[in-house]
């Protein structure tokens, strides 16, 4: 497998065309897997604001005052707002805000972020990824570049572990996953719940090509990988109902 940044991409304004942008400057060949930094689909797609269009709520203001009193340091009551609004549910309320966006993924401040944004305070997260990334799919398509499937990505946490890894938040043209259930190991032992992101490992395996920061490389060809004869899923969140974790969060209630 072969990953190469796309280069020399410019500052994405609202209404740019990522599949021009990134026809016009990469070899793509059918079978590639592009992938594409969140933060550039939001660009393009106007996801920016400022603090000052977020009028407060009571709950926001509560949020942001135990945070502060929490973490020793003020917290701007307008991005706790921002979040909630961003959320469909808010998982943990502090130390920091773990919620669902509205496209069921669970993250840090709903992904919004406040890094390379040179015109606005905050950034958030396309309000429906795996369309973006059909989108940029079909433009590549149209430019001739036929058989390309696209990953929107992003960077977040994992419980247990220090540090960030690139994420998978919608995708096209290939499945999410594949299922190694009821196939066998060497000793013969059948497979029974192995079921492997790959969107995911993708993601991640871009990320160490585009870095973070300044690198500003934010879109990676992925080329010679081979999604196999195994059977495909598009199930990347799990449901309520199947997940123990959120289920216990629910519960739980940090106290100082």
Not at 115 to 140: C, M, Q, T, Y
Not at 235 to 253: C, G, I, K, M, N
């Amino acid at each position: 497998m072969e990953l190469h940044a796309v280069p020399d991409l410019p500052e994405i304004r609202p209404g740019d065309d990522i599949a021009t942008l990134v026809a016009d400057r990469a070899t793509l060949e059918p079978g590639d897997v592009l992938t594409v930094a969140s933060t550039i689909v939001s660009k393009a797609e106007g996801r920016t604001a400022n603090l000052e269009d977020y009028p407060v709520s009571g709950r926001a203001k509560e949020i942001a005052s135990r945070i502060e009193d929490v973490a020793g340091e003020e917290k701007d009551p307008r991005f706790a707002q921002a979040v909630l609004e961003e959320s469909t549910e808010l998982l943990i309320d502090c130390p920091f805000l773990l919620t669902e966006t509205r496209f069921g993924h669970i993250c840090v401040n709903a992904g919004i972020d406040r890094s390379n944004v040179p015109d606005h305070d905050i950034l958030l997260l396309p309000r429906k990824p795996a369309e973006s990334a059909e989108r940029i799919r079909e433009g590549l398509a149209a430019r001739g570049h036929e058989d390309v499937a696209v990953i929107v990505t992003d960077t977040c946490g994992r419980p247990f572990r220090h540090g960030q890894r690139g994420v998978a938040l919608g995708w096209a043209g290939m499945p999410a996953s594949r299922d190694w259930r009821g196939e066998v190991d060497r000793d013969g032992h059948e497979l029974g719940v192995t079921v492997q992101s790959v969107v995911d490992e993708l993601s991640s395996a871009a990320n160490l090509v585009t870095g973070e920061a300044a690198d500003g490389t934010p879109a990676v060809v992925v080329r010679d990988w081979e999604f196999g004869n195994l059977e495909g899923s598009d199930e990347l969140f799990r449901d309520v109902e199947d997940d123990l974790v959120r289920q216990a969060l629910r519960e739980w209630r940090f106290e100082s």
